[in-house]
């Protein structure tokens, strides 16, 4: 069992920026892929940024690309999303999740383990 805790959402203005923070508990974090995600009210839940389990390769979302960093630190079994330059359209829950094996996954079904969520709310 992985426990996931992320942090770091709040209300801000455009073009301001945003540090969420996942912080993992029960298993190495170097065990795992992981991915940001975020969901709507009523809405199903989109991928955001992914990284694979040594944090060498990463993918974003295109409507991210350029204003967002995903990041993870073994070391400390936490993984980062840094968000910038941010828009109103960015406003949702954002989810972290794990999933077991090196490789990491767009697709949320191939998640093993979800945090509660962190709400980011981003004024015009």
């Known amino acids: 069992q992985v426990q996931l805790v992320e942090s770091g959402g709040g209300l801000v203005q455009a073009g301001c920026s945003l540090r969420l923070s996942c912080a993992a508990s029960?298993?190495?974090?170097?065990?795992?892929?992981m991915g940001w995600f975020r969901q709507a009210s009523g809405k199903g839940r989109e991928y955001v940024a992914v990284?694979?389990?040594?944090?060498?390769?990463?993918y974003y979302t295109d409507s991210v690309k350029g204003r967002f960093n995903i990041s993870k630190d073994n070391t400390k079994d936490t993984a980062y999303l840094q968000m910038g330059s941010l828009k109103p359209e960015d406003t949702d829950v954002y989810f972290c999740?794990?999933?077991?094996?090196?490789?990491?996954?767009?697709?949320?079904?191939?998640?093993?383990?979800w945090g509660q969520g962190t709400q980011v709310t981003v004024s015009s």
């Open positions: 029960g298993r190495p974090f170097s065990n795992y892929a």
């Open positions: 990284i694979d389990r040594s944090g060498g390769s990463t």
């Open positions: 999740a794990v999933r077991s094996g090196p490789w990491a996954s767009l697709r949320e079904n191939d998640y093993n383990y």
